[in-house]
């Protein structure tokens, strides 16, 4: 009972920034953390940054020092601010939000996916 919308892709040039946002309804109360992926084509997804609901975050290495996970637990809201873009950041980039209902039970929540290009 989560539904996830993504915005805010779209094509850039290198050494640009994009900043995507996802807004969450339904069943908001009950969500854990929420995180960014990406899929670029002829990859898997891979997980490029993760937040906790008490706002702890990681990322993966290769995006470290450029991009910035933050969500807005009054909003319902999670951005990812990228900057210093690069080729290899062309991906289509989804939202994920984990969510535990009344008994504990885990489940996950994907956006659509917005697509992001790096390109000059």
């Known amino acids: 009972q989560v539904q996830l919308v993504e915005s805010g892709g779209g094509l850039v040039q290198p050494g640009g920034s994009l900043r995507l946002s996802c807004a969450a309804s339904?069943?908001?109360?009950?969500?854990?953390?929420m995180s960014w992926y990406r899929q670029a084509p002829g990859k898997q997804r891979e997980l490029v940054a993760i937040?906790?609901?008490?706002?702890?975050?990681n990322y993966a290495d290769s995006v470290k020092g450029r991009f910035t996970i933050s969500r807005d637990n009054a909003k319902n809201t999670v951005d990812l601010q990228m900057n210093s873009l690069k080729p290899e950041d062309t991906a289509v980039y989804y939202c994920?939000?984990?969510?535990?209902?009344?008994?504990?039970?885990?489940?996950?929540?994907w956006g659509q996916g917005t697509q992001v290009t790096v390109s000059s």
């Open positions: 994920n939000a984990g969510h535990s209902d009344r008994v504990g039970i885990l489940s996950n929540y």
């Open positions: 339904g069943s908001i109360f009950r969500i854990t953390a």
């Open positions: 937040i906790t609901r008490g706002g702890n975050t």
